[in-house]
């Protein structure tokens, strides 16, 4: 009897342990809750980013001596 009466106090305890992270998981702000939808932010906006990029990594180049190209 002694058996069953630990294995009822673990099993609680258990659910204690998972309910208390079930319950801190959707109180902490999460990575969906963080992104925010950008609707004004488009193909137009991205092909930017990329010359951007692109622009900035021949900077970086240019500026190397020659003998690392």
Request: neutral net charge.
């Amino acid at each position: 009897m002694d058996n069953l009466s630990d294995n009822e106090d673990i099993n609680r305890t258990w659910e204690n342990i998972t309910e208390s992270i079930k319950t801190l998981a959707k109180e902490s702000p999460g990575l969906h809750e963080l992104k925010q939808l950008k609707p004004w932010f488009d193909e137009k906006c991205l092909s930017f980013l990329d010359l951007r990029k692109q622009t900035k990594m021949q900077g970086v180049q240019d500026t190397k001596p020659k003998q690392y190209r």
